[in-house]
């Protein structure tokens, strides 16, 4: 059934609604780890795989993939991601991209592919294409998608080393992930072919349109901004902007901000849908997102962070303080030289 799509702004999500990082471009720390020594090979790039991305790290009770990414790779956040996944649907009409992707698109490449729903998902709408799905952790089974999809471990904050260029790449909740996003697009717009597509998507912090005083949300806002810019990976929405995109020789195409509610509050019934599953989706996130960065970074503790959770979800679950989130598409085509 395909019903009228939440309606987009054409700008960008506006500077100071919570949504927005710091203009700061980090730089990436010296002393990351270096993953890629093992031994099997990758079809795929000149890169072999290294067994350390099967690491795991117990924290506060959720499990990470490393010492660096921020959100934990455990079930809990494998169920999120799907209903994540099951809210960006109708915010773009039951479509997977505002990118126009002809039949004939033969190389797709999902980075940060999670639990590969989308990538699968693409596999079969696009059954003459290859699709490469990379990410740091195994949360998708491995051999368990359609045939064209291919599933790959790796870490897009290490050079990229594909084979073959790309016809589409694609990004989607990859905020607070990466510390030098310039060197992200500029891989990206190296692995495209000459006119290819990219795309990223990425949702803003949560916001109240009836905020109370004080309110719960903007001091978890504001703890989570400062613990991830002490991280070195801002996290919101200004990796998004078009001249970032556009230093690294991609030409901004189309560039929409939805504005999703949080619940059931709209009368509109794909905002009703939408919401339902992005409110789940958020709320199971509050932990997700703030856990690792407040406790390492405000050297706060475990409970105060979950205490903040609490008081967040009973604001964002008041119909009253009309929460939402700005989720933001941007498509880019690489300049042709
Ligand atoms: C919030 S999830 C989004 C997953 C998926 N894109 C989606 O929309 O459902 C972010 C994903 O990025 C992955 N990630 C984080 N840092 C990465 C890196 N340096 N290279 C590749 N993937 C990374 C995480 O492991 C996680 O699966």
């Not at 016809?167 to 030098?180: E, K, Q, T, V």
């Not at 009703?272 to 992005?278: L, N, P, Q, S």
Request: proline share 6%; glycine share 6%; charged share 25%.
């Amino acid at each position: 059934m395909s019903q009228k799509p939440i309606e987009a702004g054409e700008q960008e999500a506006p500077p100071n609604n919570d949504c927005v990082g710091n203009e700061e471009t980090p730089t990436r720390p010296s002393s990351e780890p270096e993953h890629h020594s093992g031994s099997e090979a990758s079809k795929n790039s000149t890169r072999s795989l290294s067994g350390s991305f099967n690491e795991e790290h117990f924290e506060n009770g959720r499990r990470y993939c490393n010492e660096i990414y921020y959100m934990p790779n455990d079930e809990a956040e494998q169920t999120r991601l799907s209903i994540a996944h099951q809210a960006y649907l109708p915010i773009l009409d039951g479509q997977l991209t505002l990118a126009h992707i002809p039949q004939s698109t033969r190389r797709i490449l999902d980075i940060g592919a999670g639990t590969g729903e989308w990538a699968i998902s693409m596999a079969g709408l696009y059954p003459n294409a290859e699709i490469l799905a990379t990410d740091i952790t195994t949360v998708f089974q491995p051999g368990s998608g359609p045939p064209n999809v291919e599933f790959e471990l790796d870490d897009a904050e290490v050079e990229w080393t594909y084979n073959e260029p790309f016809d589409f790449i694609h990004m989607r909740s990859m905020s607070g992930a990466f510390a030098d996003w310039d060197s992200i697009y500029a891989e990206v717009s190296k692995h495209l072919r000459d006119g290819g597509s990219f795309e990223i998507a990425d949702q803003g912090m949560i916001q109240l349109k009836r905020e109370p005083p004080d309110s719960y949300v903007k001091a978890f806002n504001g703890a989570l901004q400062s613990a991830a810019e002490r991280a070195g990976r801002p996290v919101g929405l200004d990796h998004l902007r078009k001249a970032r995109l556009e230093r690294a020789g991609l030409s901004v195409t189309k560039n929409k901000t939805f504005e999703v509610p949080l619940g059931t509050y709209s009368a509109d019934p794909v905002k009703k849908i939408a919401g339902k599953m992005a409110m789940i989706a958020a709320l199971e996130g509050l932990e997700a997102v703030s856990l690792r960065l407040l406790t390492r970074h405000l050297a706060w503790k475990e409970e105060d962070v979950r205490n903040l959770c609490e008081k967040v979800k009973e604001e964002v679950m008041n119909p009253s303080t009309r929460a939402c989130v700005a989720v933001q598409f941007v498509v880019a085509r690489k300049m042709m030289v």
